[in-house]
């Protein structure tokens, strides 16, 4: 008996503590219906770059998505949103349980996919930040629905660049150095 009302406790705090992460993460992005199909061309001296989080894994966890110290992205899962990114050497990164990033060269004119993949741990909920393809950016454009920074967003964005973007720098390089 005295078990059974343990796991009952445990199970409903899980649940307030997923419903609230949830709704927090919510003041920091606009979220729009999968309908809306909001798409981006290249601008003169720019990469169009898109970011998707296709997965349902870890969905109370927070994703933040940039383009050096600019925020791409925040959101939940099945979710996509794009920028126009200045050609040259970019950084890429995540922030949320953990950072991931990496480096590359982007020329102005082309258009580039990006999957935040989520990976649930133990104690801790990794992302991952990795290219693909456009064919397999397709079927992301069909599960997600497009987000947009809220101002609150874009506001803790600049609190997050400023804390995390060394560490970002340091897991490129040591991504770099892997391959």
Known sequence: MHRSK??????SLL???????SVQAAEYYNKFPKNDERRGEPEEGHALVYVFRPAVVAAA???WAFVDDDLIMVSKPKAYSFAQVPAGKRLFWTKSENTSALEMDVVAG??????????AGFNKARAKIVQVDAEEAKKFFDKCGYVEPSDEGLARAVEIAANRKDRAVNKAAERKKKN
Request: net charge positive; proline share 0%; hydrophobic share 60%.
């Open 6 to 11: 343990l796991k009952n406790v445990a199970l």
């Open 15 to 21: 649940v307030i503590f997923a419903v609230g992460a």
């Open 61 to 63: 966890v927070k994703t």
């Open 110 to 119: 082309e258009t580039y996919y990006f999957k935040v993949a989520i990976k």
